[in-house]
Nanobody, 119 residues
Framework: EVQLVESGGGLVQPGGSLRLSCAAS????????MSWVRQAPGKGLERVSF????????NYADSVKGRFTISRDNAKNTLYLQMNNLKPEDTAVYYC????????????WGQGTQVTVSS
């Protein structure tokens, strides 16, 4: 059974940092592309960052480029998102998601972790 469990969210002041983690199980984590996706209150889903399983190549939404870093530890089956210089507009529920290349879609999602940026 595929499971994705996020952790690391919380309340942080503007300009602060957080690191999110996503513990993966039930599949061969190292070969799959993974992503962080967020949903702000009253808004749709936004793909924040993406990391390829084979090459480790990454990409980012323009809204977070230069502030967020996605990474993975294949030995620990864990996906990370380091978030620096956080802004109030980063407030959202953050989900990690597994990408199924054959379907060109996300097929599994975690339960989400809340990030609130406020003074």
């Amino acid at each position: 059974e595929v499971q994705l469990v996020e952790s690391g969210g919380g309340l942080v002041q503007p300009g602060g940092s957080l690191r999110l983690s996503c513990a993966a199980s039930g599949f061969t984590f190292s070969i799959y592309d993974m992503s962080w996706v967020r949903q702000a209150p009253g808004k749709g889903l936004e793909r924040v960052s993406f990391i390829y399983g084979g090459t480790g190549t990454t990409n980012y939404a323009d809204s977070v480029k230069g502030r967020f870093t996605i990474s993975r530890d294949n030995a620990k089956n864990t996906l990370y998102l380091q978030m620096n210089n956080l802004k109030p507009e980063d407030t959202a529920v953050y989900y990690c998601a597994k990408f199924e290349t054959g379907w060109q879609a996300f097929d599994y999602w975690g339960q989400g972790t809340q990030v609130t940026v406020s003074s």
